[in-house]
């Protein structure tokens, strides 16, 4: 599954949680975005990651 494919699924998982999260986007290869409901946004360095290591990268950049 491509990093693309992966960011879209996991997407749904984090708007479906109720964490405010409102979309989580692939920026480049190397980085992903989180949207937040009030607007604001954090970049996740995801360079090299395997999938459980994005979760793990993303999930830190939420709270």
């Known amino acids: 599954m491509s990093k693309s494919d992966f960011i879209s ?3 749904l998982t984090l708007v ?3 964490l405010d999260i409102i ?3 692939l920026i480049d290869d190397n980085t992903a975005q989180i949207t937040f ?3 604001g946004t ?3 360095n ?3 990651d395997s999938h459980s290591a994005i979760i793990l990268d ?5 709270y």
């Open 46 to 48: 995801i360079e090299a």
């Open 58 to 62: 993303v999930m830190k950049h939420v």
């Open 9 to 11: 699924i996991f997407e």
């Open 42 to 44: 954090r970049r996740v």
């Open 37 to 39: 409901k009030g607007g």
């Open 23 to 25: 979309g989580l986007s």
């Open 16 to 18: 479906s949680a109720n």
